[in-house]
């Protein structure tokens, strides 16, 4: 199994801030996801992270709003910029091994936008 | 339109009981069926997986099945406890050209003593 690290686990912010959320696998992966949870709601994905290149982003998510880095195989992050209150959410980094037979979740963050 | 449903939305039951949540699922072209347990301010955490050539995958006290005809699965827990109170998510994998994956709404299901 991967072993996800994500951090912050938790953040509470100032609209029009911007907070960056780091996820690091333990092991090589071939797909890395960002999905986004709002409160009671299920799993969005935001964008598929492509190793040294512009990330997939889905129908209503732009890159200048969640610009996504993915440097190598076992390390991302996802930025929420300009922040409101309606990014409050909980921003997950999941990753996928070889033919996506697993898929595997951090822990999740938890942002708060005052 | 590829779409996976959960019943019900919320289950509440006694700690010793069983129970079964429900997933329909309308996806094309199918390529297997997970159940995840999500508990409060956590990641999804993996139960089971299922392709299409099987009918069931037990972990524990959590047994899935999936009935690929009809396009449902359950996933039944045995001998319920207080830490099984959690979101259960159902998640159906897509594969046409890209990669997919599905997400239902979720099961919140609460355990009392």
């Known amino acids: 199994s991967a072993v996800i690290s994500q951090k912050p686990s938790r953040d509470i912010c100032q609209r029009g801030t911007s907070l960056t959320i780091q996820c690091q696998v333990d092991?090589?992966?071939?797909?890395m996801f960002w999905y986004r949870q709002q409160p009671g709601q299920s799993l969005t994905l935001i964008a598929t992270?492509?190793?040294?290149?512009?990330?997939?982003?889905e129908s209503g998510f732009v890159i200048d709003k969640f610009p996504i880095s993915r440097p190598n195989l076992t390390f991302s992050t996802l930025t929420v910029s300009n922040m409101s209150p309606e990014d409050s959410s909980i921003y997950l980094c999941?990753?996928?091994?070889?033919?996506?037979?697993?898929?595997?979740f951090g822990s999740g963050t938890q942002l708060s936008v005052l | 339109k590829n779409q996976v449903e959960q019943s019900p939305q919320s289950l509440i039951i006694l700690e010793g009981k069983n129970c079964t949540l429900q997933?329909?699922?309308?996806?094309?072209?199918?390529?297997?069926l997970r159940w995840y347990k999500q508990d409060t301010g956590r990641g999804p955490v993996s139960l089971t997986i299922?392709?299409?050539?099987?009918n069931t995958k037990s972990n524990g006290r959590y047994t899935a099945t999936l009935d690929a005809d009809t396009k449902q699965s359950s996933l039944h827990i045995t001998a319920s406890q207080l830490s099984d109170s959690a979101s259960y998510i159902c998640?159906?994998?897509?594969?046409?050209?890209?990669?997919?994956?599905?997400f239902g709404t979720g099961t919140r299901l609460k355990v009392l003593a």
């Open positions: 999941s990753v996928g091994t070889v033919l996506n037979e697993k898929l595997f």
């Open positions: 092991s090589q992966v071939t797909m």
């Open positions: 992270a492509n190793q040294g290149s512009e990330a997939t982003y």
């Open positions: 997933c329909n699922y309308t996806v094309s072209p199918f390529s297997n």
């Open positions: 299922m392709t299409f050539s099987e």
């Open positions: 998640v159906v994998s897509v594969t046409s050209g890209t990669y997919k994956y599905i």
